[in-house]
């Protein structure tokens, strides 16, 4: 079972215990994730500490992960090539050919950093090995309220949280 708790970013100070297991923590691993408000955006990134294992599996990309990831970049580019062809042989007026390979290539890139992004951050850590799921999902931000500097953490180990509700 998970537990939710709001934390002030600038007093989030763990305990220097594995987030997943609860043994003595040798490494920090960095959570990270982005929010956006109107025209702002605000990256919070917490150094969650973890045992050298946990460590090691969450930084672990597996072979399947790899792969994904690899067949992000070439589905990003095929997408990209794509659309700047069908942007170029659809261009619809007196446009010089310069122009039409430049707004081409732009759209083109676009769209392979955009394919290529929604694979990789989403697709591909579906991909990744049961012990690299658990340790990376061990903390999670789900929330922020950025004038505050507060932050929702949501943690799958409950005694780990109560271990650091009672060392505040």
Known sequence: MSKS?????SQLNFPLTCVVCLSPASKHFGVEQIYTYGRKSYTVKVHVPMCEAHYAAASFKGTAEKLVGSLAVIGGILAGIVAMIILILRWVGDGSLILKLFVGGIVGFGI???VWWIIDSFVAP??????SKEARNAVKITQIWPREQFARLKFENEQWVEMMQKGK
Do not use: G, P, S, T
Not at 126 to 131: D, Q, S
């Open 5 to 9: 708790i709001d934390v002030q970013l």
């Open 126 to 131: 579906r991909f990744a090995v049961r012990e």
């Open 112 to 114: 392979f950093v955009l």
